[in-house]
């Protein structure tokens, strides 16, 4: 995962992968450098965010997540379950609220920052590689199989979309015009017009 704190510091960025390490960059990533390394080399980060030039999220394998409140001079562990589920996703909405998306149904919200995480329960168990918010109430969750779910207000609840191909749905984003396009294993790419309903 990479994520620059733009737009109020757009030239700091962070990168985060296998071995337990975040890279760190202050030139808009012409120069990458160690930051963290965790001490159990196993840990892989799966995806991190910037929420500003201060306040970076990174998460990953079996419930992983560190936090750093001072651009990344010190990280500190943090729980967010109690399963050790991989997170594979960390989002933000317009609203300010944070989405992580996991493997077993993990969908989580936080409207704080980061600092609590709630459970936004969908009928589905499989996992979830992410969730694209469209605005204050929509979501997008998308994951193994071809699962597309849509929750019109703001996770309390979700209703699958049919999709035509049962492939592994690995990233999504909205284009401008509000196209959706959602890329897959095996080539796939879907594409919806109508804010994910179809």
Not at 87 to 94: E, F, K, Q
Not at 155 to 160: E, F, L, T
Not at 168 to 173: D, G, K, P, Q
Request: charged share 20%.
């Amino acid at each position: 995962g990479v994520s620059f704190a733009t737009p109020a510091a757009p030239r700091l960025g962070w990168a985060v992968g296998h071995d337990a390490t975040i890279l760190a960059t202050t030139d808009e990533g012409r120069i990458w450098v160690k930051q963290y390394q965790g001490d159990n080399l196993q840990d892989s980060f799966l995806d991190v965010l910037a929420l500003d030039a201060k306040r970076v999220i990174a998460v990953g394998a079996y419930g992983l997540c560190v936090v750093t409140t001072d651009g990344g001079t010190t990280w500190t562990r943090q729980k967010i379950s109690a399963d050790d589920y991989h997170l594979n996703r960390i989002t933000r909405g317009p609203s300010g609220s944070l989405y992580l998306a996991g493997e077993r149904g993990t969908l989580l919200r936080s409207a704080d920052a980061g600092a609590t995480w709630t459970a936004m329960p969908v009928a589905y168990t499989g996992s979830f590689y992410g969730i694209l918010p469209l605005d204050r109430r929509t979501l997008v969750a998308h994951g193994l199989r071809g699962n597309i779910h849509r929750s019109a207000d703001d996770g309390q609840s979700w209703q699958p979309i049919a999709t035509p191909d049962p492939v592994l749905i690995a990233a999504a984003v909205k284009l401008k015009g509000n196209s959706l396009v959602f890329a897959g294993q095996a080539r796939t790419l879907l594409l919806s017009r109508d804010d994910g309903k179809t």
